[in-house]
Antibody, heavy 119, light 110 residues
Framework: QVQLEQSGAELRKPGASVKVSCKASGYNFIRYSIIWVRQAPGQGLEWVGRISAYSGNTEYAQKFQGRFVMTTDASTTTAFLEAGSLRSDDTAVYYC????????????WGQGTLVAVSS | QSAPAQPASVAGSPGQSVTVSCTATNGDIGSFTLVSWYQQHPGQAPKLLIFEGHKRPSGVSARFSGSKSGNTVSLTISGLQSDDEADYYCCTYAGSNTYFFGPGTRVTVL
């Protein structure tokens, strides 16, 4: 079955960077895109961006353009989200999800990775 | 495009139907085909309930249905059950191959 296994929780100081990984298994990795979503404590979901695992093409929500970078490694079937110049309001659980049809439909989800930014 | 609006909360008794609305704040909700709905229980990852506006993934109960009227899309939960108590998010097209989530609606089973 499809599984998305994310890396563990991270604690960073303001201004630092962090890289979250999402290891995919149970399907043809390059056939589908990965979407990243974040959720601040007690808040709603935010759509961060999408990366094609086939081409590497990326689309970012306007708010996340510049400081956030999505990549994939087909040899290890892993997707990555790197965030730089971290601020306290980047504290959130970051989820990766597999997009099934290309219509923003996130069928399978990782368990989430907490990134805490604090001095 | 801009993020859609959702009511903060809706409530219903077991067996009743409730509807969660998702309305464009700039007058254009976008393509119905690009609308999806998610359910999230506390401490869990979201779960896809509806895609392409009205279709259900395998395994999702037929009690969940999606519809559109004008610039509002809606999720209806019929035969409300205690396990339906959760947060519900619409996801709509934002342009340039990106999407918005609505702010979420807490459904309470009375």
């Amino acid at each position: 079955q499809v599984q998305l296994e994310q890396s563990g929780a991270e604690l960073r100081k303001p201004g630092a960077s962090v890289k979250v990984s999402c290891k995919a298994s149970g399907y043809n990795f390059i056939r589908y895109s990965i979407i990243w979503v974040r959720q601040a404590p007690g808040q709603g979901l935010e759509w961060v961006g999408r990366i094609s695992a086939y081409s590497g093409n990326t689309e970012y929500a306007q708010k996340f353009q510049g400081r956030f970078v999505m990549t994939t490694d087909a040899s290890t079937t892993t997707a990555f989200l790197e965030a730089g110049s971290l601020r306290s309001d980047d504290t959130a659980v970051y989820y990766c999800a597999r997009e099934e049809l290309g219509y923003g439909d996130c069928v399978d989800w990782g368990q989430g990775t907490l990134v805490a930014v604090s001095s | 495009q801009s993020a859609p609006a959702q009511p903060a909360s809706v409530a219903g008794s077991p067996g009743q139907s409730v509807t969660v609305s998702c309305t464009a704040t700039n007058g254009d909700i976008g393509s119905f085909t690009l609308v999806s709905w998610y359910q999230q229980h506390p401490g869990q990852a979201p779960k896809l309930l509806i895609f392409e506006g009205h279709k259900r993934p395998s395994g999702v109960s037929a009690r969940f249905s999606g519809s559109k009227s004008g610039n509002t899309v809606s999720l209806t939960i019929s035969g409300l059950q205690s396990d339906d108590e959760a947060d519900y998010y619409c996801c709509t097209y934002a342009g340039s191959n990106t999407y918005f989530f609505g702010p979420g609606t807490r459904v309470t089973v009375l």
